[in-house]
């Protein structure tokens, strides 16, 4: 069965870095549009960025812009990260990864949210704190 697990969320620091992590099993990452979205409590969930495994195409919502990074590893095609630095209290938030196949939307759609993604992850709470 097709599944996608985060990790890699926590209690960090207002300044500090967190890498979230993407595992997924049942299938191989390709030619889908994979990204990553939060929700914070009593907030809608927001797309933070997403990456076409086809052509390398990103995109990345204006708050995050500069400070986050979204990548695949490269060694393990199931697997892909949301770096994310220089982190503050606006970014508290239960952090879900997802995916969707090239042919159904673009990365845009995906991150907008203008088109649902299909599958989901569980999430992982990121929790920007003194």
């Known amino acids: 069965q097709a599944q996608l697990v985060e990790s890699g969320g926590g209690l960090v620091q207002p300044g500090g870095s967190l890498r979230l992590s993407c595992t997924a099993s049942?299938?191989?990452?390709?030619?889908?549009?994979i990204g990553w979205f939060r929700q914070a409590p009593g907030k809608e969930r927001e797309g933070v960025s997403c990456?076409?495994?086809?052509?390398?195409?990103?995109?990345y919502a204006g708050a995050v812009k500069g400070r986050f990074t979204i990548s695949r590893d490269t060694s393990k095609n199931n697997t892909f990260y949301l770096q994310m630095n220089n982190l503050n209290p606006e970014d508290t938030a239960v952090y879900y990864c997802?995916?969707?196949?090239?042919?159904?939307?673009?990365?845009?759609?995906?991150?907008?949210?203008?088109?649902?993604?299909?599958?989901w992850g569980q999430g992982t709470q990121v929790t920007v704190s003194a």
């Open positions: 049942g299938f191989t990452l390709d030619w889908y549009s």
């Open positions: 997802a995916r969707e196949h090239i042919a159904l939307t673009t990365v845009q759609n995906m991150c907008t949210m203008t088109q649902r993604a299909s599958d």
């Open positions: 990456l076409s495994t086809s052509d390398g195409t990103t995109y």
